[in-house]
Structure formats: C-alpha cells, structure tokens
C-alpha cells in the first residue's frame, strides 16, 4: 500500500515497524507521512480524505483514525508519546488546523458533521512542562479533549487541554477554549464563554 500512495497520489511517506491502512475509497494525496517508533496506526476508512497534510507519529502503540467522509487539508496532525489516539469522525472538514496529543493515553477526539477552519490549534498539552520547583513534579500534565458532533469552529480559535465542547455548539473567531462548552450554544472571547444558548446551525 505505502508503494501505492507514493507513486500515484505524490505523497512523502517514512514508516518502519509501524502501519498504514485505507480502503480502496480513500483519497490521499501531496502529504507527508511519517510514522516512528513502532506499532504505530494510520487507518483512513472509507471516502476518508488528507490533502496536503503533514501527519506524524512518534512513540509506540498510538493511533490517528479517519472515519468515512471525512475532508481533511492543509493541516497538521501529530502524536508525540505512547498509547496515544486522534480519532476524527464521519464526514467532518478541516481546513486548517494543528491537531496534536502528546503524552501517555491521551485522546483527541472530535465527532461527526464537524465544520474546522483555518488556524485552529487543538493541543491536548500546555507545549512545555512545567515542574514544582521544590519536589520536581510535573505540574501540568496532558488531558484528553472531547470535539462533540456537528460543531463549527471558526478560524483562529485555540481548544486547550482537558475542554469538552458539546454537540452542536459553535466556537466564535478567535476564540480561546479553556472550559467545557455546552451543546447548542455560541462561545466566544479570550477565554470563551458561552454568550448564546439554543442554537441551531447548517453547513
């Protein structure tokens, strides 16, 4: 398969010890691939789609998973530790977004009928560690991030580590997400607050 996708559809892929599944539907093309560490899954079902995406493993035993239909371009996907997963699911775009879950069994996840546009960062860490000066413990360690179904994120809008956003709600340009976001309400501002309730949205 890695042959394949090399020679037809123009991507840059480095794997070893690690795998690369998709169906005979699924769309690829001008990525680059790279998967270190071992036991390592990139599994894309479907019509799934990476256009122009820079996709990165590195550790063992994590996962990136594409459902069916699922649109994804000219964004960033990266793991950086163990036992790791970024599920994304049926039928969501992405136009632009860094997507990163870093540390020991942290998930990722964002639902179905999701709408991402450009310059979004969705991180499951702070980007550094940060340690007690006194005992040396690690005071911020990474926490899962839960996207619900058919949520719209604007552009620019940052997801920080451990937030659950809710179906059917709507993240507002710009906007900086530190706390849960109920469904089907508008959040918005540096942080987000929730500044509109029983909200309904179309593509």
Do not use: Q
């Not at 702070?126 to 926490?143: M, Q, R, V």
């Not at 709600?169 to 706390?179: L, N, R, W």
């Amino acid at each position: 398969m890695k042959n394949i996708l090399i020679l037809r559809l123009l991507n840059k892929i480095s794997t070893k010890k690690n795998s690369i599944m998709t169906s005979s539907k699924s769309y690829l093309i001008w990525n680059k691939i790279k998967l270190s560490g071992k036991d390592n899954k990139l599994v894309i079902l479907g019509n799934g789609k990476f256009r122009r995406c820079t996709i990165s493993i590195k550790g063992s035993n994590n996962i990136i998973k594409i459902e069916s239909g699922a649109n994804i371009s000219f964004s960033s996907l990266e793991i950086v530790g163990n036992n790791c997963l970024i599920h994304i699911g049926k039928d969501t775009d992405i136009g632009g977004a860094y997507l990163s879950a870093k540390g020991e069994s942290t998930k990722l996840a964002i639902g179905e009928n999701c709408m991402l546009s450009r310059d979004i960062n969705i991180m499951t860490y702070d980007g550094h560690p940060i340690y007690d000066a006194i005992s040396g413990e690690i005071l911020n360690h990474p926490k899962d991030i839960k996207i619900g179904n058919k949520v719209w994120i604007a552009a620019n809008a940052s997801i920080l580590k451990g937030v659950n956003v809710a179906d059917g709600s709507i993240i507002a340009f710009g906007s900086i997400v530190t706390k849960d976001i109920e469904g089907e309400s508008i959040a918005a501002g540096s942080p987000a607050k929730v500044i509109k309730r029983k909200i309904k949205w179309e593509h």
